[in-house]
């Protein structure tokens, strides 16, 4: 399964120039709004130290990393919802994403113009959300009007769906996003085929000056705080730096890294987050061939793990041969495990864990 993320934000809020840092597609930064016209789209290996411990024991002829694709969607303006700017364009780009990567600008630089004038990362949040609000407003309105006609005609399914259409709708005029909506799980199908844009969960990238990147500054302290409220996560980066380590070998990003008091790159962060935000974990096959490593949800049971190699796997799943790390450490090879008793056979409700190293048994 891929896993794509939007990265939205006002213009000249370094949203161009920390996706040309996350990415070899090289977007265009430039000092106006809109210079990203159409969506750039990168896709980027995840980075995973597992993989480098299974491929010095088992030595393959390849290492495929899992992949993380970003989205670098146009600059937003108030009014996008009714057409302003790049509008509709910029909103139905959204629609496409599992998550959202909201780029908002938390330094001061007289040479960099911003939009509304001034900086201020919650007033800016407010006006990108606001426009995302009436956006869902007006898909949950247009749903309203066909499901009413079924409601009023007796159907219970139909009413049951406007219930939560309209709670929905209550909860959007109030100026909230649709994921902090509490409502049971199983309503939520009555919004899926909405692709409600509030309804994705949200990553704020505070983009910091160089010598905010190690402590923060009180603007991230501002996004924090609210993100805290939203039950949303924030990173801090500094897209102008992440350039820079972009380009770096392994050996020189981790002196760079040293040098400004950091264990690890915006990336990695970016990444890391996500994961935790999407319940994403990560499982490994190991052969001669290729150590490869494959993303898939967390709760997931060892079929659908397998379905994501080919649905064959799935469709004809017998077991599942298990084997933690750790083990493969110690005793080196799959047959010492084997022989140390260290490889569980699972069956069909096995629930995979992060990190487990599987072999898959099937039929054709």
């Known amino acids: 399964m891929g896993l794509k993320c939007g990265i939205v934000g006002f213009p000249n809020v370094g949203k161009s120039t920390l996706f040309n840092a996350l990415s070899s597609a090289k977007a265009a930064a430039a000092n106006f709004p809109f210079c990203t016209i159409e969506p750039n789209v990168g ?3 995840v980075p995973d130290d597992r993989l480098g411990i299974l491929s010095d024991l088992v030595t393959p002829e390849k290492v495929l990393p899992t992949v993380i694709e970003f989205v670098d969607i146009a ?10 700017g790049l509008g509709n364009k910029f909103l139905a780009n959204i629609r496409e994403v599992d998550a959202i990567v909201h780029v908002v600008r938390c330094f001061e630089d007289e040479n960099i113009v911003h939009v509304a004038g001034k900086v201020d990362p919650i007033e800016d949040k407010d006006v990108i959300d606001t426009e995302l609000q009436f956006k869902d407003l007006e898909s949950v309105e247009k749903k309203i009007s066909k499901v ?3 409601a009023k005609s007796g159907d219970a399914k ?12 209550s909860h959007l005029e109030q100026g909230k996003n649709a994921r902090n909506l509490a409502i049971e799980e199983e309503d939520k199908i009555a919004v899926e085929d909405l692709q409600l844009l509030t309804a994705k969960p949200v990553i704020y990238a505070t983009n910091v000056d160089e010598d905010s990147i190690a402590t923060g500054n009180q603007w991230v302290e501002k996004v924090r705080k609210v993100a805290k409220e939203e039950g ?14 972009a380009e770096l070998d392994e050996e020189e990003r981790e002196m760079f890294l040293d040098e400004y008091g950091l264990k690890e790159s915006g990336l990695s962060q970016l990444i890391k987050t996500a994961y935790s935000l999407l319940d994403l974990i990560t499982y490994f096959t ?8 494959w993303t898939i949800r967390k709760g997931w049971k060892a079929p659908q793990a397998a379905g994501v190699i080919h649905g064959d796997f799935e469709r004809g799943f017998i077991r599942a ?16 495990c084997r022989e140390a008793g260290k490889i569980s056979v699972e069956g069909k409700d096995y629930v995979v864990e992060d990190g487990d190293v599987m072999h898959f048994r099937f039929n054709v």
């Open 158 to 169: 139909a009413k049951k769906e406007l219930e939560t259409l309209k709670a929905y709708k």
């Open 321 to 336: 041969e298990v084997i933690k790390i750790p083990d493969y450490q110690q005793y080196k090879t799959e047959n010492g």
């Open 286 to 293: 190991a052969g001669e061939k290729e150590v490869r490593a």
């Open 75 to 84: 600059g937003l303006v108030k009014g996008a919802s009714k057409g302003e």
């Open 232 to 245: 949303a996560q924030v990173v801090v980066v500094c897209a102008a730096l992440e350039s820079q380590i």
């Open 43 to 45: 896709v980027i290996s």
């Open 148 to 150: 009413e006609k079924l």
